[in-house]
């Protein structure tokens, strides 16, 4: 399980920077690592993938205001979130991709005035 960290509450236009440690993770740097988030009564989405080369992807909806990384040498992933909008509130959770399907706990993202 990989524990994400970093959540909270935040107005819209604030930021958020995510974490998650993947300690417990044996050979993560072979891994391409993803942050995925749920919305209350939505389905888990994925929402931004890194290559273990550090090559990025991200969904429509966060593009330009998300940055995904990664540290091998920590065995970490961080999310760095400008921007933010209502509708980025969810929890927010780290996993491979593909997901492993195991989730640990997530961080909840709070958007609000």
């Known amino acids: 399980q990989l524990q994400a960290s970093g959540g909270g509450l935040v107005q819209p236009g604030g930021s958020l920077r995510l974490s998650c440690a993947a300690s417990?993770?044996?050979?993560?740097?072979?891994?391409?690592m993803a942050w995925y988030r749920q919305a209350p009564e939505k389905q888990r989405d994925l929402v931004a993938r890194i290559t273990t080369g550090g090559y990025t992807t991200y969904a429509d909806s966060v593009k330009g205001r998300f940055t995904i990384s990664r540290d091998n040498a920590k065995n970490t992933v961080t999310l760095q979130m400008n921007s933010l909008k209502p509708e980025d509130t969810a929890v927010y959770y780290c996993?491979?991709?593909?997901?492993?399907?195991?989730w640990g706990q997530g961080t909840q993202v709070t958007v609000s005035s």
């Open positions: 996993d491979s991709f593909p997901t492993t399907g195991i």
């Open positions: 417990s993770v044996r050979f993560f740097s072979i891994l391409d």
